[in-house]
């Protein structure tokens, strides 16, 4: 008798343990907007994109500071938020970070070949993928890239 008693301990321990590892991961993903500001945008957005910028993108979205990245992209066009800002092709109504889809996102496109390539066959837009290529800026950290498209096609979350 004493055998199935500790099957069912080991069992509600492992149920406990998965709880408390599926939470631990949920409180993760709730910090990948932060992480990805820490990471990748706050070093490459404050001398490009930024209200005193002196190079094409001072008519653009104001990229300075973790939350004007994301009120300044998050369901924002070129042709109504920023007509004045230099463009490539017609991207005009191609959102800047489209919530829930990353592959139509100028963001991404900015910065990963792959949704370059989508952006330019789907919306006849030309991103500013090599502009940040020359730059250097360009995203090749598979994880880096993984973490922005699940983080937008998770809804954008300003976390």
């Known amino acids: 008798m004493i055998y199935p008693i500790k099957v069912k301990q080991l069992v509600k321990i492992g149920l406990v343990f998965n709880?408390?590892?599926l939470w631990g991961c949920a409180e993760t993903d709730d910090k990948r907007y932060s992480n990805l500001w820490d990471k990748e945008f706050s070093?490459?957005?404050v001398s490009c994109h930024s209200p005193s910028a002196t190079n094409g993108t001072e008519d653009g979205?104001?990229?300075?500071?973790?939350s004007s990245f994301y009120a300044n992209t998050v369901n924002k066009t070129i042709g109504t938020d920023y007509p004045?800002?230099?463009?490539?092709?017609?991207?005009?109504s191609v959102k800047l970070i489209d919530p829930s889809s990353a592959n139509t996102s100028l963001v991404v496109s900015s910065l990963v070949q792959?949704?370059?390539d989508t952006i330019s066959a789907d919306f006849s837009c030309t991103s500013a993928f090599n502009v940040h290529e020359t730059l250097n800026v360009t995203l090749s950290d598979q994880q880096t890239i993984?973490?922005?498209?699940?983080?937008?096609?998770?809804g954008a979350p300003e976390k």
């Open 84 to 92: 004045n800002w230099i463009r490539n092709g017609d991207c005009d």
């Open 146 to 154: 993984d973490d922005l498209i699940a983080w937008i096609n998770d």
């Open 19 to 21: 709880v408390i590892l």
């Open 43 to 45: 070093s490459c957005s």
């Open 61 to 66: 979205p104001d990229l300075s500071t973790k």
């Open 114 to 116: 792959s949704v370059a």
